[in-house]
């Protein structure tokens, strides 16, 4: 049977590029049947990558049957997963996010999660010199998803193997990082085909502090006038996006990735708490820049406070 | 802070060796200050390896403080595992069992799970060249968990990694493997100084079929004799230690390391029918003998029917 290879639902460029890149391997290099899947639609960014590279869009999946061979890729979150997940029969995990616990195997298999940017590096590390074998595409995916998590290296995620890799890969590839990565960043930043419910679900996760559930959404933009100038139908969909969620409350940041800073929606007084008691932020009006903040694995979610 | 590095409770020769073996490394090599420490008293078997390589017996602990900086080798299950584990600061995990999911970390860390027969040959695998470093009692260490692990490769857990592992290791150290496994195993197959209840809880795990709650309880020797000599009173003693540990029923596998097979102690109908559906085995009196039956993990629970 032909092993799935999928990330999370909601895929970003990472989501999408590292099943491609290890179904790859697996069935080029280890012999094994296996096919890359998505769990959603991919995002702007994602989309460029497999335009931009000529690769195939997965095929998009809503969920595993039993005993179904998988491979998890980017993350080990079984809410971020397909409901029958724990049903399947995991054959490896590939991730670089905590571990949260929930997911369960069947036997003793294949895991390797590691505090680096990307998920694509820590396959980079795993592939060692079978590399050599891949087509453009591969490796062309695997940079994209590095710059993407990354966000050309700017995040504080990124780390010293992360950008090794992503240098050594544009070097084989013959691509101008910064005009390569400056065509992604366009690519995410154009929204305007998105309602205001898709923006805020897009890249966001839940999170509760103290009883208080979030869903703490991140924009990464190049072009925030986009998301800003529709400030506030974006906060009265945060209300009815909440409810259906089962969540108290969305939090919006939009990231400038150029000049490196995040804007927070302040809708309410409880946003405006959270604003001061997580970051320092003395707000005034419906919005607050946070400067510096780039990254909600290291700087958002471990500073949450209600 | 210190690091502290710990394998299961109950700690056998894996989950001793392995905690000494990644503190060398993480002090000596990563420069990180880190100590093994042990979450009950080692088994005959590990004290062997600690008497025979001069390596000093870990502390024993019994909790973690909360934010306390840990590595955990060997598990990655919180029922094997300290009781505030998930209050920790969990730096890393090293495995090789299935993941059964409860362990939560504050941020993303390293985590290598694979399936090898033996914690210690991943960290061979791990540490690479930087094994040239370590001092004879370290690579003893390393030689002695995965003859354990393996039943001198006997075990059908064993893979050609761990095979040439031991091998390379057994070259380096001047170690004759048999002779050496010879010493090993009898160490742990002089049981006389155990009650029958500590006997049952040496090497036990507690594993649920279809509602029924087992403790699944094997004891690997040489000398088979021992402990079948005295099967009435383990049997009776069976009845105290489920009532004890809130299971149904005690399942006790005497495991002949030499004859490769596994002798079942049937002390009423339940365990008669969970030998005759799980293995096959018509069972006459009140022990039954399953040949080639040596791995819990391999060939005991993923049989298990009730």
Known sequence: MTIQVFGHKSPDTDSTGSPIIWAWYLSEIKGEAAKPVLLGEPNTEAAFMLQHWGLEKPEIITDVEDDAPVVIVDTNNPAELPANINGADIRGIIDHHKLVGGLETKGPIDIRIEPLACTATIMWKMIGKDLAQAPKA???????????????????????????????????????????????????SDVSAFS???????????????????????????????????????????????????????????????????????????????????????????????????????????????
Chains 1, 2 share one sequence.
């Open 138 to 188: 591969v490796k062309g995916a695997m940079l994209t998803c590095i710059l993407s998590d990354t966000l050309e290296f700017r995040s504080p995620t990124t780390t010293q193997e992360d950008k090794a890799v992503a240098h050594a890969l544009a070097e084989d590839l013959g691509v101008d990082i910064s005009e390569y990565a400056a065509q992604m960043f366009a690519a995410k």
């Open 196 to 306: 205001d419910a898709e923006l805020i679900r897009m890249d966001s996760k839940e999170y509760e502090v103290d009883g208080t559930k979030f869903r703490v959404s991140v924009l990464e933009t190049t072009a925030p006038e986009m998301p800003l100038g529709r400030k506030d139908s974006l906060m009265a969909s945060m209300v009815d996006v909440a409810k259906e969620d089962g969540v108290d409350q969305v939090l919006l940041f939009v990231v400038d990735i150029l000049r490196e800073e995040a804007t927070l929606l302040v809708p309410n007084d409880l946003v405006k708490s959270v604003a001061a008691k997580s970051f320092g932020a003395e707000v005034s009006g419906d919005s607050v820049v946070l400067p510096g903040v780039m990254s909600r694995k290291k700087q958002i979610i471990p500073n949450l406070k209600v």
